[in-house]
């Protein structure tokens, strides 16, 4: 890529227009449709940390985290033995969220199905072509087409690792409790998502990347981003210096 395109790339990128991908290529053969499911289940009255019903020590809720403890850990190395485990985490989950869906609250008192509202987390792993971490960087969501489910008003915090500044998480809240739709996925209707990556170097003004744009339809979505799974996305940025980091000119005698 010539010097003059990339620029011409940056600046429409700061200019808040949408980049048409001809640089970049997404691969989607690695997403987890194919292999084994993780148990995983949501205990009833029961929370990360506290001395009542904290996962670890609560003293209400034993009965209900035991039970699930000792089967996952006497699971046999076997194959139908974990199917077993998986649906009997599923079937725990079912009843879980019914009794939620049961709760009552008053107008003053908290939303006790919220604590229930099933999560999705992302993690973007920004490298360039020399697998060096890019460590300044922006992501941003922005869907595509009006309506409530788009993706960026499900994000509830993001964080950066300290140890590999290129990383990032993002926390989704993927479910939204109603009374009349119980627990409801807001995932199945998505909106088509843009996720524009951009990435800077401060420290010099003849380093830049060329900006990235990943498009998601609706049914990628469903397939990239599910319900209580975390998600790993590696980004391979081109990293490309100015025309002035490389330049031959003639010696004068």
């Not at 985290?65 to 190395?77: D, E, F, G, N």
């Not at 792993?125 to 890019?134: E, I, K, P």
């Not at 993001?158 to 009349?180: C, E, M, W």
């Not at 739709?181 to 830049?208: A, H, M, V, W, Y």
Request: glycine share 6%; charged share 30%; with cysteine.
């Amino acid at each position: 890529m010539k010097s003059a395109d990339l620029n011409r790339q940056h600046e429409r990128r700061l200019g808040n227009e949408r980049l048409d991908e001809a640089h970049y290529f997404l691969d989607l053969g690695g997403l987890a449709a194919t292999r084994r499911e993780v148990p995983y289940t949501v205990l009833y009255e029961t929370a990360h940390f506290g001395g009542d019903i904290g996962i670890v020590e609560g003293a209400r809720n034993r009965t209900r985290v035991l039970p699930h403890l000792i089967r996952a850990l006497s699971t046999p190395p076997d194959e139908s033995a974990y199917g077993e485990v998986v649906e009997a985490f599923h079937r725990n989950t079912a009843k879980t969220l019914r009794r939620a869906a049961g709760l009552t609250r008053s107008l003053t008192d908290w939303d006790k199905q919220a604590q229930y509202e099933a999560h999705a987390q992302v993690i973007f792993r920004l490298r360039d072509q020399f697998g060096s971490d890019v460590e300044h960087h922006d992501i941003t969501f922005r869907s595509r087409g009006a309506g409530a489910n788009r993706l960026e008003h499900m994000i509830e915090d993001v964080h950066q690792n300290k140890l590999n500044p290129g990383t990032i998480t993002f926390y989704l809240r993927t479910q939204a409790y109603s009374s009349d739709q119980g627990f409801e996925n807001l995932l199945d209707d998505c909106k088509r998502l843009d996720i524009e990556i951009t990435g800077e170097e401060p420290d010099s003004d003849d380093i830049r990347y060329l900006p990235l744009t990943i498009e998601f339809t609706k049914t990628d979505i469903s397939r990239v981003l599910q319900s209580f799974r975390t998600t790993v996305v590696d980004v391979t940025l081109l990293r490309l210096p100015s025309s002035r980091v490389f330049r031959l000119t003639k010696s004068r005698p």
